[in-house]
């Protein structure tokens, strides 16, 4: 006998296949939305419908962008400079640098990160394209915006390889300590980083 009706249940499972939706978070968002006016509903179930055919992926870039638009905007924008490419895992990777309005060049997407682990090879990724892209853009240097994880580290390490003999300045982000964090609980990897960045008073 089912407590609760069958369209509920089905919403509850289908919030519960998303990545950190736990059962009990996943009945919350079903009954919030089983509470409000349909039309609150049907906007969600209309945006959900059109998101795969809304969205594309730039073919220079890798970004997301508008199914209609032939090329991202970030890499179309004349005030943009080609020259300097920030390569980082995901797209949505591209948000969190464009807040900071201190980055003028384009991007590169890989698609994620090389991980043996995962079955995840090189090949997967948009590498070869990247490469290219530093040939035909006559790119001057290239930002490794990868996280500083085993996976983004070697992902870095194998780009480079890639690179080779070109005539291209190969940066890293800088990594080091949040303001207001103790050295105490820092971990490893941001210490060790924090020193090789360290700066000149």
Same mark, same amino acid.
């Given at each position: 006998? #089912?407590? +609760?009706?069958?369209a509920l249940e089905?919403?509850?499972?289908?919030?519960? #296949? *998303?990545?950190?939706?736990?059962?009990?978070?996943?009945?919350?968002?079903?009954?919030?939305?089983?509470?409000?006016?349909? #039309?609150?509903?049907?906007?969600?179930?209309?945006?959900?419908?059109?998101?795969?055919?809304?969205i594309a992926y730039?073919?220079?870039?890798?970004?997301?962008?508008?199914?209609?638009?032939? $090329?991202?905007?970030?890499?179309?924008?004349?005030?943009?400079?080609?020259?300097?490419?920030?390569? $980082?895992?995901?797209?949505?990777?591209? $948000?969190?640098?464009?807040?900071?309005?201190?980055?003028?060049?384009?991007?590169? $997407?890989?698609?994620? !990160?090389?991980s043996p682990i995962?079955?995840?090879?090189?090949?997967?990724?948009?590498?070869?394209?990247?490469?290219?892209?530093?040939?035909?853009?006559?790119?001057?240097?290239?930002?490794?915006?990868? #996280?500083?994880?085993?996976?983004?580290?070697?992902?870095?390490?194998?780009?480079?390889?890639?690179?080779?003999?070109?005539?291209?300045?190969?940066?890293?982000?800088?990594?080091?300590?949040?303001?207001?964090?103790?050295?105490?609980?820092?971990?490893?990897?941001? +210490?060790?980083?924090?020193?090789?960045?360290?700066? !000149? *008073?």
């Open positions: 006998m #089912n407590i +609760l009706p069958h089905k919403l509850i499972e289908a919030f519960g #296949n *998303l990545p950190g939706v736990g059962s009990r978070t996943a009945e919350r968002y079903a009954y919030y939305l089983a509470r409000r006016e349909a #039309n609150k509903t049907h906007q969600l179930a209309q945006a959900l419908q059109e998101l795969h055919s809304g730039c073919p220079k870039t890798f970004a997301l962008i508008d199914a209609n638009q032939d $090329v991202s905007p970030l890499y179309s924008d004349p005030k943009r400079d080609k020259h300097i490419v920030a390569v $980082v895992a995901e797209p949505f990777d591209i $948000v969190a640098l464009e807040k900071t309005g201190s980055f003028k060049g384009t991007y590169h $997407v890989l698609g994620g !990160l090389v995962d079955g995840i090879t090189p090949d997967e990724l948009h590498i070869a394209q990247l490469i290219q892209r530093i040939d035909e853009d006559e790119v001057t240097e290239i930002i490794l915006a990868t #996280n500083a994880s085993v996976e983004g580290e070697s992902t870095a390490l194998y780009i480079q390889q890639q690179i080779g003999e070109r005539e291209v300045k190969v940066t890293r982000l800088a990594r080091g300590l949040p303001i207001g964090v103790d050295l105490e609980y820092a971990d490893q990897i941001t +210490l060790s980083r924090a020193l090789e960045g360290r700066q !000149l *008073l």
